[in-house]
Each structure stands twice: as structure tokens, then as C-alpha cells.
């Protein structure tokens, strides 16, 4: 499928594309320090519109450690054979099916991180494996994951992006896509990351803990609840702490991808 070029849109830019465009760049150098990029390849998105319709997303052949905020492409979800938009760059069409179905089935899901980060790549590939509610991290998504089992080679048109987008039902947070990887969606991008980040963390204790080929000891859906409810009735706002915390640091180390 070719890529599209992406054709200059002189509408005004405002505050919420704007934020938008430097949290997305954050976004982007975040994941490439904690290793959950593939290459140039994968996908985040950040609905700009109340619609979910109007979505920023990469550009094609940009390394995420490199991406800055001008550059992320707005695309219109209704409308991806004539490009609009701006940024710099081109759009993959096959990304832009994907994330754009998901934006309008769920338009309350602003932000979608699409990764093959490791761990969670690793329990994705094993058969009907469910995450097990054996630490803290992982009790966080009790009941929040939705399970995609129908691998059918890479999804390369919007039917696709529209059956992936339904599979990820209201209350779920994550999608667990079988043979391929995640797809992490969230209100907010600090949102997506903190989730993102603690699923990471809880499959890679997963791994772990399988590896050890002793019997895990997986606590009760009650007790896997409450900590569930005790993580998501926080009374602080711990998922913006940690993105800001994040992005102190690359305003220190790396502050152009505000650019
Ligand atoms: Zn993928």
C-alpha cells in the first residue's frame, strides 16, 4: 500500500493541538528510553477533536527518539484517501486505518499507544494466556483487558481497524493482541503512559515468574478488585505526576522535542 503524502492544512491551530503536539513528542522519546519501540515502526495516536475524527499520529520513517512536536501529522479518520493536514512527513495508511477506527469507536479514548514492547508482546504470544493477578502491578488491569485472538497476518485495512477498535469494549483499557503485541488507550497521553508503563511492568514480573517454573500464586477476583479500585480511587493525580516527571527529564536532556 503506498504511504500518503500529506498535504498542507492552513486552519488555525489551537490550544488542545498544540498541548497535544508536545505531550505526543513526549510520549514518543518516553517510549524510546524505556525500549518499547520496534525500529521506525508502531504507532501513537492523540484524538484532537471531541469526535475522536481529527488524530495526531507519527510519520512515517521517524525514529521515536528523535520525533518532535511540529512534525506528528494531524489525519482525519473519515477521511484517509485524501490526505489532510499538517506536519511533516508521511502518513502509513495502514496505521492510520487502525488508530482511526479506534478513535471513533471509542471517542473517549483520546490517546492509543500501539507497542510490541517485550514482555507484554511475550504473554500476547502465548496460547489463550490471561494475565494472572499474582503482584500489584498486574491487579491494576484485573478485568480492564481485552483479549484479540484472531491473528490474521498484519492488519492492513479499515474492516480491521474497525473490528479492533469494537474489541476493546467500554471499562477496558488495554488489548491484548495474539501473536503481535498491545495496544494500550487512555484519556489522556499521561494516562496511556501510566498504564502503558505499569502493564509493562507487571508482564515482565509475569515472565519472570513463569520462568522460575514454580506455581504462581494467583489471589482471589475479590482481592484482585479491591487493589484494582484502591489503584484506579487514588486520590492523586499519580498517571499526570509521573508523565510530568517524565518530561522534566527530557526538558533537561532532550528539551527539542517540544520543538
Ligand atoms: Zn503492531
Redesign the pocket.
Known amino acids: 500500500m503506498p504511504l500518503h503524502a500529506v498535504r498542507a492544512d492552513n486552519s488555525r491551530m489551537d490550544e488542545t493541538e498544540r498541548q497535544g503536539r508536545i505531550d505526543l513528542a513526549a510520549m514518543f522519546r518516553i517510549a524510546a528510553r524505556f525500549n518499547w519501540h ?1 525500529g521506525i ?3 501513537f495516536s492523540l484524538a484532537v477533536t471531541e469526535d475522536g475524527r481529527r488524530f495526531l499520529m507519527n510519520p512515517q520513517g521517524r525514529h521515536f527518539s528523535r520525533i518532535r512536536a511540529s512534525e506528528l501529522l494531524l489525519l482525519d479518520a473519515a477521511d484517509n484517501d485524501d490526505v489532510i493536514g499538517r506536519g511533516a512527513g508521511k502518513a502509513d495508511p495502514t496505521a492510520w486505518h487502525i488508530h482511526g477506527r479506534i478513535h471513533a469507536a471509542r471517542p473517549e479514548a483520546r490517546c492509543v499507544l ?3 514492547m517485550f514482555y507484554a508482546t511475550t504473554l500476547a504470544c502465548l496460547a489463550g494466556y490471561r494475565l494472572k493477578m499474582i503482584d500489584q502491578n498486574a491487579m491494576r488491569f484485573h478485568d480492564r483487558i481485552a483479549y484479540d485472538e484472531d491473528f490474521n497476518g ?2 492492513l485495512d479499515a474492516a480491521e481497524g474497525r473490528r479492533i477498535g469494537t474489541t476493546i469494549e467500554p471499562g477496558k483499557s488495554v488489548l491484548f ?1 495474539a501473536n ?2 498491545v ?1 494500550v488507550i487512555g484519556r489522556s497521553v499521561a494516562e496511556a503512559f501510566d498504564e502503558t508503563y505499569y502493564l509493562e511492568r507487571a508482564c515482565k514480573l509475569q515472565v519472570l515468574a513463569l520462568s522460575t517454573g514454580q506455581p504462581l500464586n494467583v489471589v482471589s477476583d475479590e482481592v484482585a478488585e479491591m487493589t484494582r479500585r484502591q489503584w484506579t480511587e487514588f486520590p492523586l493525580d499519580a498517571a499526570l505526576d509521573h508523565f510530568n516527571a517524565m518530561k522534566e527529564i527530557l526538558d533537561e536532556e532532550e528539551p527539542d522535542y517540544r520543538d
Do not use: F, K, R, S
Request: aromatic share 0%; no cysteine.
Open positions: 520496534e515502526a508502531n504507532h500501539h507497542t510490541h498484519m492488519a493482541m503481535h503485541g495496544a
